[in-house]
């Protein structure tokens, strides 16, 4: 995973809430055996008049002109903007997958799901929580300002808008540090490799009937 | 000192490591893998040169992309055929169980899990599928995780977790004719909303819960994370108890008494703590119906479909008149004015045996409407098939002009050939009713195995302690 480092990145609003994970990423494409191409189907039922199939060349397919990702303003955007309770739904780390494939970098909500909210952090994408006034001054702003930008500063905790003014968020502090770090959580977890082996050896004593059953 | 609840013991049973930062290291007991969450995880595993922790840890079947008809054949659709092939030779390779497609074993792992003891009380259980709460019905602490905590578990039995807040949920008194453990959790899911239960692990109790079979229990469990909880779980009693006796991967002999024993203590303490407390009376319980895009958008059979200019709540209006648009629905109007084009009895929701039995009751001797285009009952797994066949079940569901189909997740999420067409609204016992869920511009309405059934027999939906029995040729 690359390092997150503090970036400035035009903001998309998608004003909506219980945005969930089909929505984000529909089933079909769940199908890949990759961790990577599913930007070009990111909110593929939102974004497209037509129903997308998997391994299709999407630059061909009628666009919603409607849809806040396919307004000329928002391209490039590496900031969503959204409400309450995103993620919600299934579990499918693809959700995160086509965010970054497409672009975005980070998440600004009132909430997230719990799911959802895990597995970003698993792939460099920061799901920022903010206050739901703040949320709707800041979805006022966007709508107001052609190529509105937010810098985001995980280091410092703080969202900095146009006029400088900063907003602080909060973040778990093991997960800031491994997405500041880059850090594969895997090889952590395997520091502990001993402590693993300990537990393992009490939990055969205790509950012996946990092992060996599968095989 | 307070007493601990089911999920305080679960958790302090499983720490191998408290950090100093809030978050643990907690041992999984069991993974449950199937194909559409796994392929990167073995990949990953692979590039790094790392190897499972524990082979017997993990169990596999596919379940997603299957087909639910004949499937002698290979998978027709490609894409979902090296998926499942993905699956089968990654098991292959580590050395993992799987029972693939054409064993009798094979189904949806929600399912499968259980009937083979491979869940079991007191465990750590998890999966690359939100679903996996269903497992908390037994006293374990289950939950769904994403692709790369699907790699870290298969590298190093454990997930990196804070712990999560208490919830209650008590559900007293008692259920009335006809309403079943579905009716119950749509019910919750109305009141605490779709994100009412996150950051908690929710224990469901109450004499309502006691009273239900372990099947009814996992229905509820199952549909924890529709409140927003990743976990949802059921003390351990004698019901849960009996359920694993004699299961293939249960214990046996003197490990059998030693787990009981265990497994007895697996419930919250009199005097625990929770969070959060939420009451419902379980008299008061309708068969409820879901008319909109949200596992919250649900209604009593015989409610009036609400009104978002009454609703207080902007963004909630907004995301009701949404629905509606979607939906094809106005406010005020009542779910029987609305035609199913097709129903779905199925997914890891509802499609156990006991949930094939009560849908069966109600279409004994009945007929399917000539307005509906297509009802279909898919069992859950390849024994749950042949059990309901040993007991006829299939024979009343076809004489009732039902299909008859091979186990797997099916309609519930479409990915494989099952799904609605745009615009079609399906009477469904699954569990999700988002946006193009069971198909591009499909309308679901979440209900439960016995309504679906009514609503495919009256042509709309009803309420299922309305059917005339005198109508059903016995």
């Given at each position: 995973m690359d390092k997150f480092t503090r970036f400035t990145g035009i903001v998309a609003p998608l004003d909506r809430a219980n945005v969930d994970t089909d929505l984000i990423i529909p089933k079909q494409f769940l199908k890949s055996i990759k961790?990577?191409?599913?930007?070009?189907?990111?909110?593929?039922?939102?974004?497209?008049?037509?129903e997308g199939q998997p391994g299709q060349d999407c630059s061909g397919r009628p666009l919603n002109s409607e849809f806040v990702l396919n307004q000329p303003r928002y391209q490039g955007a590496q900031i969503l903007l959204t409400r309450r309770n995103f993620g919600c739904g299934s579990s499918r780390e693809h959700a995160p997958w086509a965010l970054t494939d497409y672009g975005f970098k980070s998440i600004l909500a009132p909430s997230f799901a719990d799911i959802f909210f895990n597995n970003c952090f698993k792939n460099g994408l920061l799901p920022v929580v903010l206050d739901e006034k703040i949320i709707d001054n800041l979805f006022a702003e966007v709508k107001a300002a052609d190529g509105y930008?937010?810098?985001?500063?995980?280091?410092?905790?703080?969202?900095?808008?146009?006029?400088?003014?900063?907003?602080?968020?909060?973040?778990?502090?093991?997960?800031?540090?491994?997405?500041?770090?880059?850090?594969?959580?895997?090889?952590?977890?395997?520091?502990?490799?001993?402590?693993?082996?300990?537990?393992?050896?009490?939990?055969?004593?205790?509950?012996?009937?946990?092992?060996?059953?599968?095989? | 000192m307070t007493g601990k609840t089911l999920y305080d013991k679960l958790w302090d049973d499983h720490v191998v490591k408290q950090r100093d930062d809030g978050t643990a290291l907690i041992y999984i007991d069991r993974q449950l893998l199937?194909?559409?969450?796994?392929?990167?995880?073995?990949?990953?595993?692979?590039?790094?040169g790392r190897k499972p922790w524990r082979i017997d840890a993990n169990i596999a079947t596919p379940d997603h992309n299957v087909p639910t008809t004949e499937r002698s054949g290979p998978i027709a659709d490609e894409v979902s055929r090296i998926q499942v092939q993905t699956l089968d030779d990654n098991c292959d390779e580590f050395g993992i169980l799987e029972f693939k497609m054409q064993d009798s074993r094979q189904g949806i792992v929600h399912v499968m899990g259980p009937e083979q003891g491979a869940t079991l009380p007191g465990m750590t259980i998890v999966c690359g599928d939100s679903h996996t709460a269903t497992h908390g019905a037994f006293g374990a602490l289950a939950h769904g995780i994403g692709t790369?905590?699907?790699?870290?578990?298969?590298?190093?039995?454990?997930?990196?977790?804070?712990?999560?807040?208490?919830?209650?949920?008590?559900?007293?008194?008692?259920?009335?004719?006809?309403?079943?453990?579905?009716?119950v959790v749509l019910a919750i899911i109305a009141r605490i909303g779709t994100a009412g239960g996150t950051g908690y692990a929710i224990e469901f109790g109450g004499p309502v819960m006691e009273s239900l079979s372990m099947e009814g229990r996992m229905t509820v469990c199952n549909m924890a994370i529709e409140a927003g909880a990743r976990a949802g779980m059921v003390a351990v009693d004698d019901k849960t108890i009996d359920y694993f006796r004699g299961r293939p991967f249960a214990p046996r002999g003197e490990q059998w008494a030693q787990a009981v024993a265990y497994w007895r203590t697996l419930r919250s303490d009199p005097d625990a703590r929770f969070d959060a407390v939420v009451e419902l009376d379980g008299a008061e319980i309708k068969p409820q119906v879901s008319w909109g895009t949200s596992p919250e958008m649900v209604v009593a059979i015989d409610e009036p479909l609400p009104d978002p200019a009454a609703e207080a709540d902007p963004v909630k209006a907004e995301g009701m008149r949404r629905a509606y648009e979607y939906m094809g629905l106005q406010p005020g109007i009542t779910?029987?004015?609305?035609?199913?084009?097709?129903?779905?009895?199925?997914?890891?929701?509802?499609?156990?045996i006991e949930d094939l039995r009560a849908a069966a009751a109600v279409a004994r001797g009945r007929k399917v409407s000539p307005n509906v285009k297509q009802a279909m009952v898919v069992p859950g797994s390849g024994l749950v098939k042949r059990q309901a066949e040993q007991e006829g079940l299939d024979q009343v569901f076809l004489a009732a002009g039902f299909e008859w189909r091979e186990p797997g997740c099916s309609m519930c999420l479409a990915m494989n050939a099952?799904?609605?067409?745009?615009?079609?609204?399906?009477?469904?016992?699954?569990?999700?009713?988002?946006?193009?869920?069971?198909?591009?511009?499909?309308?679901?309405?979440?209900?439960?195995?016995?309504?679906?059934?009514?609503?495919?027999?009256?042509?709309r939906f009803v309420d299922v302690r309305d059917l005339d029995p005198l109508a059903q040729e016995v």
């Open positions: 961790r990577t191409g599913f930007g070009p189907n990111l909110f593929d039922e939102l974004r497209y008049l037509d930008a937010l810098t985001v500063d995980l280091d410092r905790q703080r969202i900095i808008k146009p006029d400088g003014s900063e907003i602080a968020f909060d973040v778990d502090s093991f997960r800031k540090h491994c997405l500041l770090e880059g850090l594969d959580d895997i090889g952590l977890t395997l520091q502990d490799a001993d402590a693993i082996k300990a537990y393992e050896a009490k939990r055969r004593q205790q509950a012996p009937w946990l092992f060996d059953a599968i095989h | 199937h194909e559409v969450t796994s392929p990167q995880a073995f990949e990953g595993l692979r590039l790094a790369s905590e699907v790699e870290h578990v298969l590298a190093t039995q454990c997930l990196i977790q804070k712990k999560m807040k208490n919830m209650l949920i008590q559900v007293n008194g008692e259920l009335g004719p006809g309403v079943t453990a579905k009716d779910m029987g004015s609305v035609v199913p084009d097709r129903v779905f009895i199925g997914s890891c929701t509802n499609s156990r099952d799904r609605l067409g745009e615009g079609e609204h399906c009477a469904s016992t699954s569990n999700r009713n988002f946006e193009g869920r069971q198909g591009y511009g499909g309308r679901t309405h979440l209900v439960s195995p016995a309504m679906a059934v009514a609503a495919a027999v009256a042509g």
